[in-house]
């Protein structure tokens, strides 16, 4: 009985500690990169494998300055972002870009998605290597 009380445990308790790990990631290697920006309030991060995607909608507010940047471990490798607007336009590619954020200002209040899709790599092994992907939103009012 006591050994699957630690399994169970161990089970619940996991997740909790990727996400503790993912936390410190963004609060060491992410934040900083925002420059001048004021971080916002939300904490955008998840634990991602190969192969996987995530989603994410937001809300950028008129008269407002804003970076998005996307931060992930290295583990991951180049990890493709998307930004789309209400109706589904891509308004943001990072295929066409050499940095991992993007500077702009928002002219009235919109929902954006933001699409993440972290490479499929073939594993030489049975191991599934994961890594943190953080979402940072910094702004900075128009004076």
């Given at each position: 009985?006591?050994?699957?009380?630690?399994?169970?445990?161990?089970?619940?308790?996991?997740?909790?500690?990727?996400?503790?790990?993912?936390?410190?990631?963004?609060?060491?290697?992410?934040?900083?990169?925002?420059?001048?920006?004021?971080?916002?309030?939300?904490?955008?991060?998840?634990?991602?494998?190969?192969?996987?995607?995530?989603?994410?909608?937001?809300?950028?507010?008129?008269?407002?300055?804003?970076?998005?940047?996307?931060?992930?471990?290295d583990i991951?490798?180049?990890?493709?972002?998307?930004?789309?607007?209400?109706?589904?336009?891509?308004?943001?590619?990072?295929?066409?870009?050499?940095?991992?954020f993007m500077?702009?200002?928002?002219?009235?209040?919109?929902?954006?998605?933001?699409?993440?899709?972290?490479?499929?790599?073939?594993?030489?092994?049975?191991?599934?290597?994961?890594?943190?992907?953080?979402?940072?939103?910094?702004?900075?009012?128009?004076?």
């Open positions: 009985m006591e050994r699957k009380a630690i399994i169970v445990l161990l089970i619940v308790m996991l997740p909790a500690f990727a996400f503790s790990q993912c936390r410190r990631f963004t609060k060491v290697s992410c934040i900083p990169a925002l420059g001048e920006y004021i971080p916002n309030e939300n904490f955008n991060s998840a634990v991602l494998i190969p192969g996987d995607q995530a989603e994410l909608m937001m809300t950028f507010y008129a008269g407002q300055d804003y970076r998005v940047l996307i931060c992930t471990e991951l490798g180049e990890v493709d972002y998307t930004l789309s607007d209400e109706s589904g336009k891509t308004i943001f590619d990072s295929k066409n870009m050499d940095r991992g500077d702009f200002s928002v002219a009235k209040t919109q929902q954006v998605k933001v699409n993440l899709s972290v490479p499929d790599r073939p594993s030489t092994n049975q191991l599934i290597h994961e890594g943190c992907a953080t979402v940072l939103i910094g702004y900075k009012e128009k004076g």
